[in-house]
């Protein structure tokens, strides 16, 4: 069974993929891939993924540098989720921080715990 053929992919054709950071652990984003942003993925060893907004396949950082470099890529036990271990050039958010997941539950709200990158 070939890599493409052992993703689980929804009724959208896509599958979620979470992006973490190599070296530290972090949890940095999760997109949407389909079919074509895997293949791109595996292709460059750069991560692409689908906009759902926009209706397009596009590689992360292609606007602003803040490209992420594939290290390693793991799927789940049930093959519909994508798990990218990689080397972030940047912030990973578009709100300029390190990691999408800035807000934490805190006494019932939720608080930034990071501030954007200067």
Request: net charge negative.
């Amino acid at each position: 069974m070939s890599l493409l053929d052992s993703i689980t992919f929804n009724e959208a054709g896509l599958v979620p993929a979470i992006a973490q950071d190599a070296a530290t652990g972090r949890v940095l984003m999760m997109a949407w891939m389909n079919v074509e942003a895997f293949e791109q993925t595996l292709k460059t060893g750069f991560a692409h993924y689908y906009s759902r907004s926009r209706s397009k396949q596009w590689m992360k950082g292609e606007s602003s540098g803040h490209v992420q470099k594939v290290v390693g890529m793991y799927l789940d036990c049930d093959g519909d989720t994508l798990l990218l271990k990689i080397e972030q050039t940047g912030p990973a958010c578009h709100t300029n921080r390190e990691s999408c997941f800035y807000k934490q539950e805190q006494h019932g709200q939720w608080v930034t715990i990071e501030e954007p990158m200067t």
